[in-house]
């Protein structure tokens, strides 16, 4: 095996088998409770290209990169003026602080030859415990490599590790209260594709005391001062919902119970105004809006260097935006994934109009690095994101997302999740 861990191409060429998923380890991990059987296969039926066959890797600089970005994002949004400005923008909903910091920041990166380019903050990241499942699977293949590369945590430590941030979380708001019941809530939740990982949630809180229910938001209800599922009161919900602001009629339960505070909620609306509007990333980006904030010079160079500058699109400016194109990427302020999202080079008028008159940002475009597979005997690049899933600035497991395409996605004949490795050695 030859290869460079430089983390733009890693020139070790993997297969990709028709059945990533069809791999004894894989199931071990997935079906480790006899309430979980069955959904290794329904996996592999259902969702063919969730698991990539195939692992990515990056050197202890770029890990430490991501990790020293991290650390400044939070001292940044951690000044009164950062916060100010960040909730004066989003709705009342926004600014209320019950004190839980909002589980599950996900940190998405492209991998430049000079570092990470961090391209967005997601504050209800999905994937974790899957990814977490699958590079326990892939470390047990590959002991004999442990010399050149490791986990970028401890794996077989990472289900406790998620539960206490959800303790930390309760414990937040609610102090030395017992926590007695779950809710996994998401819009039709057995119907999203990140299913498998809400029952791989529920076992997690079950097997450790707490009873867990995965819910429809339309199924709970606001009454007597407590939230409710099926006749059972809710201490906590686990939100896994896109309508961050809760302002759908449907989530107007949940939305009372956390307005009152009488459920705990994570992640929360407060957690995605300060993180997750794509707006933050104009202030993260820009040294003049940092050094009005009194971001130290230190921490101002290490968000300059890994935030590709970010500005707001407005009419004003869009003789200027439409030019520089090429160079750009255009994402709605308050979107998430890859929803509505446009590379200049491929925009048409058309759709140029429309950003025009929506609420969208520019982004410098920083492309993707990449990772080589062999498909049909054929070699083949897949673009590569790098997700570093965190809580309270510190990464708790590094994933990777591997697709064609524009953006990422799960459709992909040999992408979908990857588990990151840290190098310790150069291999030759």
Known sequence: MRGQCCGIRWRVVTEAHER???????????????????????IARSRPHLFSSTAVFVTTQQYEQVAALLCAIESTVALPAYQAQALARAPLIGRHDFGPR????????HLAEDGPRLIEINTNAGGALLNAVLARAQQACCREMEWAFR????????????????????????????????????????????FPEFQLFERLFRSRGVSAVIADARDLAWREGRLWHAEQPVDMVYNRLTDFYLEAPEHAALRSAYEAGAA??????????????????????????????DVPNALRAILLAGVPRTEAVST?????????????????????????????????????????????????????????VRV??????????????????NIQLLAARLYAGQTANFR??????APVFVATERLA
């Open 20 to 42: 990533p998923q069809r791999d004894p380890r894989l199931r071990q991990q997935l079906e480790g409770k006899p309430l979980l059987a069955g959904l290794y296969d329904e």
């Open 102 to 109: 909002g589980a599950f920041l996900g940190f998405d990166f």
């Open 151 to 194: 986990a970028p945590a401890d794996l077989d430590a990472l289900e406790d590790t998620f539960y206490a941030m959800f303790v930390e979380e309760w414990r937040c708001q609610r102090g030395d209260a017992p926590l007695a019941r779950i809710a996994i809530v998401d819009d039709e939740p057995d119907a999203q594709y990140l």
């Open 264 to 293: 705990v909620v994570t992640p929360h609306p407060r957690a995605h105004a300060l993180y997750a509007d794509k707006r933050n990333l104009i202030t993260l980006s820009n040294e003049e809006a940092l050094a009005a904030l």
């Open 316 to 372: 004003d400016k869009a003789a200027l935006l439409w030019a520089a194109r090429r160079k750009l990427f255009f994402k709605p302020a308050s979107g998430f994934g890859s929803k509505a999202v446009y590379r200049g080079d491929k925009l048409t008028r058309r759709t140029w109009e429309e950003i025009l008159v929506g609420d969208y940002v520019a982004q410098a475009l920083a492309p993707p690095s990449a990772r080589v």
């Open 376 to 393: 049909d005997g054929a070699e083949t690049d897949l673009k590569l994101d790098l997700r570093a899933y965190a809580y309270q600035g």
């Open 412 to 417: 992909t004949f040999g992408g979908g999740f």
